[in-house]
């Protein structure tokens, strides 16, 4: 499948399928010139199916590997060994419970087999549940407004209290509406800073959907431990960053 990359930093990059309009690949390519500089992996609150390879200089596969990353909670430096290169696949988390079986919340920060998860080898699964189907609604109109639907606005059009929808998200996908839509928020400001060497905040802000650059340095802190201009610092010292969209 040929793939447009929109995003690279050094060696991690971000890619999209021709008929995707949101980013469903990633790829980690260590190489082989020199350790790379430590890629910060941000909280996430998508599972990723991975194909992990360790290649030799001559191209020779040394090893394989294939995992499954849980939705990342804590945000930490990562640096692979010479020669790694991590291939993956995004799940949302309210594809989860139907692909893998489980709540995404079993897996928060957990790296696992993917032999651990024998759903994936018989799709199509039953419908989900009433239930999961309320979180999955929900979790796909926060998706798509790009986080800036209010909680109260969801459950008042799914005919529910804002606590109940709250408990019914948290509890199949992990994450809830609040939580979800800032984190949709946090990483669209990201996206936008990296195509700048100097980012203006103030404007980034607005177009991510915060009401001023105040609430975006809080929320960014919050997610990353960093404050806005350090994040960027430290992502543009990682490598140069794409500013356009080069299609592969």
Excluded at 158 to 168: D, F, I, P, Y
Aim: aromatic content about 6%; overall charge positive; glycine content about 6%.
């Amino acid at each position: 499948m040929t793939a447009q990359f929109i995003t690279q930093l050094g060696p991690y990059s971000e890619a999209r399928s021709p008929a995707g309009r949101t980013l469903n690949m990633w790829r980690y390519d260590a190489g082989f010139q020199k350790p790379p500089a430590p890629h910060r992996v941000l909280p996430e609150s998508r599972l990723s199916l991975v194909t992990e390879s360790l290649y030799a200089p001559s191209g020779e596969v040394l090893s394989q590997a294939h995992w499954v990353f849980g939705p990342i909670r804590t945000p930490r430096l990562y640096a692979p060994p010479p020669g790694s290169v991590l291939e993956g696949a995004f799940i949302l988390p309210e594809h989860a419970l139907c692909q893998l079986g489980v709540r995404p919340d079993e897996l928060t920060d957990a790296i696992l087999p993917q032999s651990d998860f024998p759903r994936l080898e018989r799709l199509p699964v039953h419908p989900p549940r009433q239930q999961d189907r309320l979180a999955i609604w929900a979790a796909r109109l926060v998706r798509a407004t790009k986080g800036r639907v209010r909680a109260n606005v969801l459950a008042e059009r799914a005919g529910v209290s804002e606590r109940h929808l709250h408990r019914c998200m948290s509890g199949r996908l992990g994450v809830g509406p609040k939580a979800l839509a800032g984190q949709i928020r946090a990483l669209s400001a990201i996206e936008h800073a990296d195509r700048s060497d100097r980012p203006d905040w103030a404007d980034i802000a607005i177009a991510s959907g915060y009401s001023d650059q105040a609430h975006l340095s809080r929320s960014l802190k919050s997610l990353t431990g960093l404050t806005p201009t350090a994040l960027h610092a430290e992502r543009s010292v990682e490598s140069e960053i794409f500013k356009t969209e080069p299609a592969l």
